[in-house]
């Protein structure tokens, strides 16, 4: 997909990025990209000046 830097880190967006791209694999619709099996997810972004932090677990149901 060429990552986050392809994206153009557009600021606020890169988080929902990664996110998308976990339900994508958890999906089976990654194409090219997809690696085999995904059960779980998981996704850590930090904003500011490292004071905000979030991280997000995702998995298959």
Do not use: Y
């Not at 967006?13 to 997810?41: C, H, I, M, N, Y």
């Amino acid at each position: 997909s060429g990552g986050l830097k392809a994206r153009g880190h557009p600021l606020g967006a890169t988080g929902v990025a990664q996110v998308v791209e976990l339900v994508w694999q958890l999906r089976g619709e990654a194409g090219k990209r997809q690696v085999d099996g995904p059960e779980t997810g998981i996704t850590c972004n930090f904003g500011g000046f490292g004071n905000n932090i979030i991280s997000i677990l995702v998995e298959r149901m």
